[in-house]
């Protein structure tokens, strides 16, 4: 059965650097999401993407985060520098359309330190 | 605004007894609901979805909800759970192209 893939599972990570989550969408699926879980909160939108642009994206998503499908099969979300608050569990999503059901990976957690 | 609130953070119960998992939401336009299940250390996965026709919606492991638009409720029911149920559920609503999900409940199945 077709699934969402990211990598890394786990990442740690020094307040200020940079992180690069990765995904690998469901193949013929042409929306893309991004959510995160902070510890013990709700599962956040961040954004999504289609047609090679942000779709759509949350107050959260500020300019330190960027998506980028950097080939036919990726789809990552960049973190330019993190902080401790950063920290928590990031979900990619891809759906076959706007409006149909998303299929989420099994998430990567990050921890700031 | 839409928004969605699962009204108990954990539930434990007994095997084979029967749950409920309560949820609410607030939405002026139609709405579309789900249930997302996360199991120990793995990602979301969808249980059941209401878009349109029949109230009534059932996953194949044996979990329904009713989606009653009165009452502006989505309750996950099962009528008897195994250990093997243990895990987060999230209700949520979509609003255009994106899903907002309530707090989710950590469902605790004990033999």
């Known amino acids: 059965e077709p699934e969402v893939t990211q990598t890394p599972s786990h990442q740690v990570t020094q307040m200020g650097q940079e992180v690069i989550l990765r995904c690998v969408p469901i193949s013929n699926h042409l929306y893309f999401y991004w959510y995160r879980q902070i510890l013990g909160q709700k599962v956040e939108f961040l954004v999504s993407f289609y047609n090679n642009e942000i779709s759509e994206k949350s107050e959260i998503f500020d300019d330190q985060f960027s998506v980028e499908r950097p080939d036919g099969s990726n789809f990552t979300l960049k973190i330019r520098s993190t902080k401790l608050e950063d920290s928590a569990m990031y979900f990619c999503?891809?759906?076959?359309?706007?409006?149909?059901?998303?299929?989420f990976g099994q998430g990567t957690r990050l921890t700031v330190v | 605004a839409q928004s969605v609130t699962q009204l108990d953070s954990q539930v434990p119960v007994f095997e084979e007894a029967p749950v409920e998992l309560r949820c609410n939401y607030s939405?002026?336009?139609?709405?579309?609901l789900f249930w997302y299940v996360q199991y120990p250390n793995q990602g979301l996965q969808l249980l059941l979805k209401?878009?349109?026709?029949?109230?009534l919606v059932k996953s194949i492991n044996g979990f329904e909800a009713e989606f009653n638009k009165s009452q502006t409720s989505f309750h996950l029911r099962k009528p008897s759970v195994h250990i093997s149920d243990t895990a987060e559920y999230f209700c949520a609503v979509r609003r255009g192209g994106k899903l907002i999900f309530g707090q989710g409940t950590e469902l605790s199945v004990k033999p």
């Open positions: 209401y878009l349109s026709g029949s109230t």
């Open positions: 939405s002026s336009v139609s709405v579309y």
């Open positions: 999503a891809s759906s076959v359309a706007r409006d149909t059901e998303a299929f």
